[in-house]
């Protein structure tokens, strides 16, 4: 093999394990914001990622900040938009809240993380 087709078949690999990197479906922003505080709480927390979402596989808890879970209702994957992730939300004072999120995308890549936001003045 000449070393312009070893230089190519290199090349070649790199971007196709740069492209398999990008297939995860990571968070790409919320509503609420993450680390916002509003003044208002939400009824619902929408969450979209990079990639479309397993509904099955995929979920969202809100916890206040003893630990306890302020979802009203499971996680769905909404019907018209496959990266959006969206859970109801129970009533809630004001506070500090973390959301946890875990999803597996349809190219069957798990990610998970977490973050906060805060209700009130």
Do not use: C
């Not at 302020?70 to 996680?75: D, P």
């Not at 909404?78 to 999803?103: C, E, F, H, M």
């Amino acid at each position: 093999m000449n070393r312009l087709a070893k230089a190519l078949a290199t090349l070649a690999l790199l971007l196709a394990a740069a492209d398999a990197a990008h297939a995860h479906a990571f968070l790409d922003h919320a509503s609420p914001l993450v680390g916002s505080t509003v003044a208002t709480a939400p009824r619902e927390f929408l969450l979209w990622f990079t990639e479309k979402l397993e509904p099955a596989f995929s979920t969202v808890e809100v916890r206040n900040a003893q630990g306890v879970a302020v979802q009203s209702g499971k996680a769905q994957v909404d019907r018209n938009d496959a990266t959006q992730l969206r859970v109801p939300l129970k009533a809630l004072p004001s506070g500090t809240y973390q959301v946890i999120w875990r999803v597996l995308s349809v190219d069957t890549h798990r990610t998970q993380g977490s973050f906060s936001f805060r209700v009130g003045p």
